[in-house]
């Protein structure tokens, strides 16, 4: 763990294990060796990493994370993975050759990947994990998906022109087609959908 004066120049080099910076408006550089994890947690306010051509970071940039049950659930954009307090890996998911498309870490007791053969296109794969690491489900997607959120037990995915509500099993709850310009979609606890288009905004009541 990193703790320096606000907007202090970081550096690390040689083998790390793993590095979390706490320093707001901090420079974080991996000057040489290899760090097998690297965290921007989010109390660096405008931090930012620097990475060397000699340096590596093996397992990925942790982009997003959440903890919440007892356990840390941190998303790479290499893999995902759930953790207990103590260290204890409870799932370790790699992408190996799929792209991350979107996700979603706000469920009550699971969180959700999009995973795409390609970069772009509408072929992917939509799959949910309980907090104890186990696949909950997996659903084959080929409409253009455009967000995802997740809040309470539910599941919201914008498609083109619709939006569909799931549970975490990936059974669908409800479904409100046109959706018109919406681009981005939140899920409340309640089951509640907030679907918002540039300056507008509207809430879906299943």
């Given at each position: 763990?990193?703790?320096?004066?606000?907007?202090?120049?970081?550096?690390?080099?040689?083998?790390?294990?793993?590095?979390?910076?706490?320093?707001?408006?901090?420079?974080?550089?991996?000057?040489?060796?290899?760090?097998?994890?690297?965290?921007?947690?989010?109390?660096?306010?405008?931090?930012?990493?620097?990475?060397?051509?000699?340096?590596?970071?093996?397992?990925?940039?942790?982009?997003?994370?959440?903890?919440?049950?007892?356990?840390?659930?941190?998303?790479?954009?290499?893999?995902?993975?759930?953790?207990?307090?103590?260290?204890?890996?409870?799932?370790?998911?790699?992408?190996?050759?799929?792209?991350?498309?979107?996700?979603?870490?706000?469920?009550?007791?699971?969180?959700?990947?999009?995973?795409?053969?390609?970069?772009a296109g509408n072929i992917c794969t939509l799959t949910t994990y309980g907090l104890d690491g186990r696949e909950l489900?997996?659903?084959?997607?080929?409409?253009?998906?455009?967000?995802?959120?997740?809040?309470?037990?539910?599941?919201?995915?914008?498609?083109?022109?619709?939006?569909?509500?799931?549970?975490?099993?990936?059974?669908?709850?409800?479904?409100?087609?046109?959706?018109?310009?919406?681009?981005?979609?939140?899920?409340?606890?309640?089951?509640?959908?907030?679907?918002?288009?540039?300056?507008?905004?509207?809430?879906?009541?299943?």
């Amino acid at each position: 763990r990193l703790v320096g004066i606000d907007g202090a120049q970081l550096q690390l080099a040689g083998n790390i294990k793993r590095v979390i910076d706490l320093t707001p408006n901090s420079i974080l550089q991996v000057a040489q060796g290899v760090a097998d994890m690297v965290t921007i947690d989010e109390k660096a306010v405008n931090a930012s990493l620097s990475i060397d051509g000699e340096a590596v970071i093996r397992d990925g940039l942790v982009m997003d994370f959440r903890c919440k049950g007892g356990r840390v659930v941190s998303l790479c954009d290499k893999r995902l993975t759930i953790t207990t307090l103590k260290g204890e890996t409870l799932l370790d998911r790699a992408y190996g050759n799929l792209h991350l498309h979107d996700y979603a870490l706000d469920g009550d007791d699971f969180c959700a990947l999009l995973l795409g053969r390609y970069q772009a296109g509408n072929i992917c794969t939509l799959t949910t994990y309980g907090l104890d690491g186990r696949e909950l489900a997996s659903l084959e997607l080929t409409e253009e998906v455009l967000d995802i959120a997740a809040g309470g037990d539910y599941l919201a995915v914008l498609y083109g022109n619709s939006v569909v509500v799931y549970n975490k099993d990936l059974t669908e709850h409800a479904r409100m087609e046109g959706t018109d310009y919406a681009g981005q979609v939140e899920m409340e606890d309640d089951g509640t959908v907030l679907l918002i288009a540039g300056a507008s905004a509207w809430r879906f009541l299943p």
